[in-house]
């Protein structure tokens, strides 16, 4: 296995490289690292060449100088393949990764050619905000108002930064002002109408369970997607690929390969 750090966009990102064989490039979820997906890597090395990325922000890569959107990851990950000339390569995308991975190929224009995509618990839906939701956002809302006055803000120099986390995800109470400013565009994102631009043919997977990525997301992919197939595994949920290794596996590499061995 080599392990690599590189240049890209003045950031430094670190990736994996690892096996002999047809190109294989997975792109992990939000606030993953490669200790997540080493399974996975180890397995697909056996019979292809895998190559990981520590996305920006995360694991051993360079976090942004200022917030992202979903464009930027796009733009990287181009310039990734570009510098391994990577060509007729295979993608997996897990969450965040999937978002990427969707965007990428809904866009079309690639100057390298995709074989086949795998999205496992992708995001890129993005839903009607429930009640609870809306109340939430109301009170960020209000409070952004109220402390933008000038004497609040030197009373309470920090409250409006403690009001956003408490009211945000674990995601976004976990990451860092740039990262957490970079969450707010991904998520709001909607992918829908890049869906029915996917012109490779595309391997579903899902936890029945999953509260990240809803089900119901994964239906949709399948509806919209040209050219889409899903498996879906009961008790399991966003990292259903943690929970059925073995399964997930075997799936993918017959996926990859069509069927036949090394």
Same mark, same amino acid.
Request: net charge positive; aromatic share 8%.
């Given at each position: 296995?080599?392990? *690599?750090?590189? !240049?890209?966009?003045? %950031?430094?990102? $670190? ?7 047809? $190109?294989?490039?997975?792109i992990p979820g939000w606030g993953t690292n490669y200790n997540v997906y080493k399974n ?19 694991? #051993? ?8 959107? +979903? ?6 990950? !181009?310039?990734? *393949?570009?510098?391994?000339? *990577? ?12 978002? *990427? @991975? ?10 390298? !050619? ?14 009607? !905000?429930t009640l609870k939701q809306k109340l939430k956002l109301f009170i960020v809302k209000l ?7 000038? @004497? @609040? ?7 409006? #930064? ?15 002002? @740039? ?6 565009? +991904? ?8 869906? $029915? ?17 809803? +089900? ?5 992919? #399948? ?6 197939? %899903?498996?879906?595994?009961? $008790? ?5 690929? %943690?929970?059925r290794p073995i399964q997930v596996n075997n799936i993918i590499k017959n996926f990859i ?6």
């Amino acid at each position: 296995m080599i392990i *690599i750090k590189t !240049k890209i966009d003045d %950031l430094y990102i $670190n990736y994996i490289e690892k096996g002999e064989g047809e $190109n294989i490039l997975i792109i992990p979820g939000w606030g993953t690292n490669y200790n997540v997906y080493k399974n996975m890597v180890e397995d697909i090395s056996k019979y292809a060449k895998v190559f990981y990325m520590d996305v920006p922000g995360f694991g #051993e890569s360079e976090e942004p100088k200022e917030s992202w959107n +979903l464009n930027d990851f796009v733009s990287l990950v !181009k310039k990734f *393949i570009k510098k391994n000339n *990577i060509d007729n390569v295979t993608l997996i995308g897990h969450s965040n990764g999937g978002r *990427i @991975i969707i965007k990428m190929l809904g866009e079309g224009h690639l100057n390298f !050619k995709v074989r086949k995509a795998i999205l496992i618990g992708s995001a890129g839906i993005v839903h009607k !905000k429930t009640l609870k939701q809306k109340l939430k956002l109301f009170i960020v809302k209000l409070g952004k108002k109220i402390l933008s006055f000038s @004497i @609040i803000r030197k009373i309470f120099p920090n409250a409006l #930064e403690k009001l956003k986390k408490k009211m945000g995800s674990a995601d976004y109470r976990n990451a860092t002002p @740039i990262m957490r400013d970079t969450l707010v565009k +991904l998520v709001n994102e909607d992918l829908k109408d890049y869906l $029915n631009k996917i012109k490779v043919p595309t391997l579903l997977i899902w936890g029945e369970n999953d509260t990240e990525t809803p +089900l119901e997301d994964a239906k949709i992919m #399948e509806k919209e997607i040209p050219d889409a197939g %899903l498996v879906t595994f009961k $008790n399991c949920s966003h990292y259903v690929f %943690l929970e059925r290794p073995i399964q997930v596996n075997n799936i993918i590499k017959n996926f990859i390969t069509g069927g036949k061995t090394k």
